[in-house]
């Protein structure tokens, strides 16, 4: 009778353990979200969504008929790219990586490096209409239903690109053996550097535009041009400079990848991370130590890392 109840005991132990790790202070648990287009609600954005899923991967909405989305936005890259500085149809270098896509439903707006989209729908006509990237002509999308149509139907079959829990929301949710102690570590020290004041919420990401000083840019991002979307300025004056301030919106952290930053300037997370805190660190903030940044780099590599729920890329990099 006795070991039985102190197998229940034990039981009972573990399963109060479970329940609350150590460490969750200043924390955003994670909301379940779509991963097919059945899951999504009312019924009628199903329909949309499989229209959008079909023009995603179709070369016909671009003005050559050469490229799609996913040519820049690569399944097996998290639909990203993977590069510092894409090229842009053979019209020369994109100014700033090419967003990931998966989980950005899940983000709030703004949208873009630069927030120029307030809405998901909005951040699509972007690209739709862009000559360096699709540069869809009115005749096509009236093909589909129309410009309207088609960007709800291509924000439709995004908001279904979400990538599964990471070992972060594993361990919130009580697994806590799902992290190492380093990377638990690691969370703990994120947040009392006040990481989170820019990358905030569950998806770790900003939800506005701040001022970043960049420096030691190479001097081809400084074009004498009409700027690309109507900002971003400071890189279109054909001055030339090194270093310039822009306004620009916190990336999310989960399933980060080489290369970092928004033009791809760091290789390293650990060096990126180093780099970074010059420009971000207010003089109240103390400097990091190298096992701290360490510690860091396991909670974003190790934490914050998952593989898309709905099976529709392969295994991130």
């Known amino acids: 009778m006795r070991s039985t109840f102190f197998i229940i005991g034990l039981l009972l132990a573990s399963s109060l353990e479970a329940a609350s790790c150590p460490y969750t202070a200043g924390t955003t648990a994670r909301k379940a979200a779509a991963h097919h287009c059945d899951d999504l609600e009312p019924k009628a954005r199903v329909a949309s969504c499989r229209l959008g899923q079909e023009l995603f991967s179709s070369k016909e ?5 050469k490229a799609s989305c996913a040519s820049c936005h690569l399944p097996q890259k998290d639909y990203g790219d993977a590069q510092a500085r894409p090229e842009l149809r053979g019209l020369g270098l994109s100014l700033s990586r090419t967003i990931r896509l998966s989980d950005v439903a899940r983000r709030v707006a703004p949208y873009f490096w630069n927030g120029r989209a307030q809405s998901l729908e909005g951040a699509v006509f972007w690209p739709l209409y862009q000559k360096r990237e699709m540069g869809a002509d009115p ?28 070992a972060w929301d594993r361990y919130l949710a009580g697994d806590c053996q799902a992290m190492s102690p380093k ?24 939800d506005q535009v701040v001022s970043y000083h960049y420096e030691n840019l190479p001097q081809d991002f400084f074009i004498n041009e009409e700027s690309r979307y109507g900002q971003d300025w400071e890189l279109h004056t054909g001055s030339i400079k090194t270093d310039v301030t822009l306004k620009v919106k916190a990336p999310s952290l989960r399933n980060l ?30 400097s990091l130590s190298d096992t701290e940044r360490s510690a860091i780099v396991h909670y974003l590599s190790e934490g914050l890392r998952s593989h898309p729920e709905s099976k529709k890329t392969e295994d991130h990099l």
């Open 183 to 206: 990377a638990i570590e690691g969370a703990k020290i994120f947040h009392a550097s006040h990481c989170e004041n820019c990358h905030l919420g569950a998806e770790f990401s900003g």
């Open 61 to 65: 909405l671009s003005f050559d008929r």
């Open 257 to 286: 990848y080489a290369p970092f930053g928004q033009f791809g300037q760091g290789s390293d997370l650990f060096q990126y991370l180093e780099s970074h805190e010059k420009q971000v660190f207010t003089p109240e903030n103390k």
């Open 139 to 166: 005749e096509t999308l009236t093909k589909f239903g129309g410009g309207t149509k088609v960007a709800l139907a291509l924000s439709d079959y995004l908001s279904t690109l979400n990538s599964a829990d990471a």
